[in-house]
């Protein structure tokens, strides 16, 4: 089955700068790459997600990026702000018509130094 | 808004007891999922459904399992439950054709 490994485990970055979190995958034919972001005591919410087919994707602050030669996508937060401290997944899943299964990593603990 | 709602926020069971961790989603997703969270672990799959009845094992499904009678609910089942199974416990839906998964508020289990 797909395999995701998470790095780093914490990071702390002073606000303004940057936060780059990287994944990497196992399964070539996993084509769907959603990041989650957790804020403390509240669920899991979807931030930005990537398919396969495209290499770059952004949302204001936020970008996605995939390398599907090497598997792995990375997330990058620029200008980072104090409601960016959260914890980070990142997920995998072939997308096949019904029969998705998301794949998590074990998650990145952000902390936005004021 | 897709709302996912589980039926406890915390619960403190005892050992050995059978414990129900309810699930409920009201936009007629077909997928249907239970995750437990744990510090360093991130989020592992413990069982999915992709309709009524179905139930697939996800990676670590050892001293649970699942029922999904109807569409909108889904339960995870804790037939002995062991102090190892203290943990966060989140369920999910995802729509097929939007891939997105939309999580319940978790259930903090305890057992003593």
């Known amino acids: 089955g797909e395999n995701v490994e998470q790095h780093p485990s914490t990071l702390s970055v002073q606000e303004g700068d940057s936060a780059v979190i990287k994944c990497t995958y196992s399964?070539?034919?996993?084509?769907?790459f959603p990041w989650y972001k957790q804020e403390l005591g509240k669920r899991p919410q979807l931030i930005i997600d990537i398919r396969s087919n495209v290499g770059e994707k952004k949302d204001q602050r936020i970008a996605v990026t995939l390398n599907k030669t090497a598997k792995h996508f990375s997330l990058h937060i620029t200008e980072t702000q104090p409601e960016d401290s959260a914890v980070y997944f990142c997920a995998a899943s072939m997308t096949n018509f019904g029969n998705e299964k998301l794949t998590f990593g074990t998650g990145t603990r952000l902390t936005i130094i004021p | 808004d897709v709302k996912v709602t589980q039926s406890s926020r915390y619960l403190v069971k005892r050992t050995g007891e059978k414990v129900f961790l309810e699930c409920v989603q009201d936009?007629?997703?077909?997928?249907m999922f239970w995750y437990r969270q744990d510090p360093g672990l991130g989020l592992r799959l413990i069982y999915f459904s992709y309709d009524v009845k179905m139930k697939e094992k996800g990676d670590i499904p050892e001293g649970y399992s699942v029922s999904r009678e109807k569409k909108e609910r889904f339960s995870l089942i804790l037939e002995s439950a062991s102090t190892n199974q203290t943990s966060m416990y989140l369920c999910a839906s995802i729509s097929p054709d939007v891939t997105e998964a939309f999580f319940g508020q978790g259930t903090r289990l305890t057992v003593v």
């Open positions: 399964d070539s034919a996993s084509n769907y």
């Open positions: 936009m007629d997703h077909e997928n």
